[in-house]
């Protein structure tokens, strides 16, 4: 009787155990998200601060732009706003590809980027880049 | 994509651009549909003459500086051409001052007067049911030319048999319409001597392998344009004069998407 009441404790405290540890971790997790959203919005504003300064997607640099990002900007420039999966259906690339190049041209300050839901946009802030 | 904003370009002046705008456009409106001409040569603004307007309240000066909506720059010239088309036209302010402004815009000016080309897509095309956009632009790589190609969905190539200009075009064809991937119409302008049906063949040939790229039409010398010093719509004002011919079948394959 005495050692059924143990055993059945055992796996008790067990799993209790595991579910502070669970919940430490967690905690952890979400701090380090959060360090890791600060940290990265500062890295990514340094970037858009320095690209910013000369970063405006004129006809001039988009001539001197490589082929892969042109087509890109192109699109962008042609919608004036779009999703990774619109730009790629005017493109006719993946739209993992175009994905990547969006990306790109947001950090090199050329495009902005604003989430709504799960999609994200990609356009060209003219007002601002003024 | 069919060719609703057309560019009329080259790499030097003197190449008959504005007679080609002016006179494509009219084609069109003489066909029934809705068009409108911008001078898009802000350093020497020359349809406001060409055009004998009456003096304009907004210019497109004024919608590139985002200081009117395009509405306010437009000039209804419908009555030139009878008939059921539209024909407007938006100009550009041919004041030393205004062309003193516009040739000290900087790049973040300039991209925004992109976007605001770009837009017009949407405000007249859409919104305003016209049917084609010309713009006539300055020669040679000018933002405001440039701007106006990445605008557009065809771009109309002037050139003439000067070799300084052949060369340049050539240059341009390789370095700018290929790299905005344009489409494009070479028109060889003030052709000599190409009267005779086999010379023409012969020299539209050599004209295609020489520039690599598809030709509008070859619009011979004539000498009643000359005479006309830029004074008429031609091919209003002579419906069956050759040229008028030649720019109706520019027209129709433009129309047709067939320019090959």
Known sequence: MIRNEVSNKKPLNILEKIEESLERLNDKIEVMIEIQKSNGSSISNQKTSLALQDASLDVMTLLSMPDHLRKTAMAICRCSRATAEETSEQTKRARAVESAYLNQLVIMGYLKKERKGRKAYFYIDRETQS | ?260
Not at chain 2, 25 to 41: P, S
Not at chain 2, 53 to 76: Q, R
Not at chain 2, 229 to 244: A, M, R, S, W, Y
């Open chain 2, 1 to 260: 994509m069919s060719n609703k904003i057309i560019a009329v370009h080259s790499y030097k002046g003197g190449t008959g651009k504005t007679l080609l705008s002016v006179n494509l456009a009219a084609t069109f409106a003489k066909a029934g549909k809705k068009v409108c001409i911008f001078d898009l040569d802000f350093r020497a603004p020359s349809l406001f003459a060409i055009l004998k307007t009456p003096s304009a309240d907004f210019w497109l000066n004024d919608y590139l500086n985002n200081t009117c909506e395009i509405d306010k720059a437009l000039v209804n010239l419908s009555s030139r051409i009878p008939g059921d088309g539209k024909f407007y036209a938006c100009l550009a302010n041919p004041s030393t001052e205004a062309i003193r402004d516009m040739s000290s815009k900087d790049r973040k000016w300039e991209m925004r007067a992109l976007g605001r080309l770009l837009a017009l897509r949407e405000t007249l095309l859409k919104d305003n049911k016209f049917d084609y956009l010309f713009f006539d632009t300055s020669p040679g790589l000018q933002y405001s030319s440039i701007n106006a190609i990445v605008a557009a969905d065809f771009v109309v190539v002037a050139t003439t048999g000067d070799r300084s200009d052949v060369d340049g075009t050539k240059r341009m064809l390789a370095e700018l319409y290929n790299l905005f991937e344009k489409k494009t119409g070479l028109v060889l302008n003030k052709v000599l001597d190409a009267s005779a049906t086999a010379k023409k063949t012969e020299m539209q040939n050599k004209i295609k392998a020489d520039y690599q790229v598809p030709m509008l039409g070859m619009v011979p010398c004539f000498c009643e344009i000359l005479r006309a010093e830029g004074n008429l719509i031609f091919v209003q004002d002579k419906p069956d004069h050759p040229f008028t011919k030649i720019l109706a079948e520019m027209a129709r394959k433009i129309e047709t998407n067939e320019v090959t």
